[in-house]
């Protein structure tokens, strides 16, 4: 049986669209599922490379919103600014781990990066490229790494 039969009977089998997948991925190695999923339904982390598994309140500001990454359990106050490249997540894999809390008024400076089951009070100020490890008081800028209160 030559490619062409095999491709005519997995359209009569699979239909078009699913017979143009598989042949593109025996020939060219390529997944035609996996691609469209990531164009169709992911487009907006390929436009700007985020990972945003929470919803942000409306008044939250992400002025350079690239390289973003806020894990799913992630509490976040409102007018929070998030600068490009932050990370706010968990320390480890490990599922009983917590998420940071951002609370009201936060700002977390470019690159930064708050990690674990921690707290950021009303006000306070993280500076870039900051890690935070440890709770942050209200009205307080913290800077460095690991960060410290200024």
């Known amino acids: 049986m030559g490619l062409l039969d095999r491709f005519l009977q997995r359209v009569k089998s699979d239909g078009l669209p699913m017979a143009l997948h598989l042949t593109v991925k025996s020939l060219l190695g390529i997944n035609v599922i996996n691609l469209y999923n990531a164009v169709i339904f992911r487009e907006h982390k390929i436009a700007t490379s985020c990972d945003i598994s929470t919803p942000l309140p409306p008044s939250t500001t992400l002025p350079h919103p690239v390289g973003i990454v806020i894990g799913h359990e992630v509490d ?27 609370g009201d008024n936060v700002s977390v400076g470019a690159g930064s990066v708050v990690l674990g089951d921690i707290d950021l009070a009303d006000g306070c100020v993280v500076g870039a490229n900051s890690v935070v490890l440890n709770d942050v008081a209200a009205r307080v ?8 209160e200024t």
């Open 76 to 102: 976040v106050g409102s007018n929070v600014r998030i600068q490009q490249n932050v990370t706010l997540g968990r320390r480890t894999p490990d599922p009983s781990e917590g998420y940071p809390t951002l």
């Open 141 to 148: 800028t913290v800077v460095g790494a690991p960060a410290r």
